[in-house]
């Protein structure tokens, strides 16, 4: 079992930045490779972005490439989602999650949720105009 907490949510203006955190307990961290996903109100979970269990390879959706980061510190068992000039479409409930351990996840995959077999709480995210 892995336990995930994310923080870092909250209020932030129109072109505002923040950062998520997602804290993992449990078993090793490191052997899984993480995503983050979020769910808009009255909208579907969608993929944001995702990361290797080594931090090498990273991914993202599309729409969102160049204003999210995502990257990991193994050392400290601690995801992130670094959010820079957020638009309202940004609000959301965003969630990390965790898969993988001891199997490869094709690239493409790893932007299915279903993939996925651990996954926090989730923490708030509102953009204001």
């Known amino acids: 079992q892995v336990q995930l907490v994310e923080s870092g949510g909250g209020l932030v203006q129109a072109g505002g930045s923040l950062r998520l955190s997602c804290a993992a307990s449990g078993r090793t961290f490191s052997r899984y490779d993480m995503g983050w996903f979020r769910q808009g109100p009255g909208k579907e979970r969608e993929f944001v972005a995702a990361?290797?269990?080594?931090?090498?390879?990273?991914y993202y959706a599309d729409s969102l490439k160049g204003r999210f980061t995502i990257s990991r510190d193994n050392t400290k068992n601690t995801g992130f989602l670094k959010m820079n000039s957020l638009k309202p479409e940004d609000t959301a409930v965003y969630y990390c999650a965790a898969t993988g351990s001891g199997r490869w996840i094709p690239n493409e995959r790893l932007r299915i949720r279903n993939v996925y077999d651990y996954w926090g709480q989730g923490t708030q995210v509102t953009v204001s105009s």
């Open positions: 990361i290797r269990w080594s931090g090498g390879s990273t």
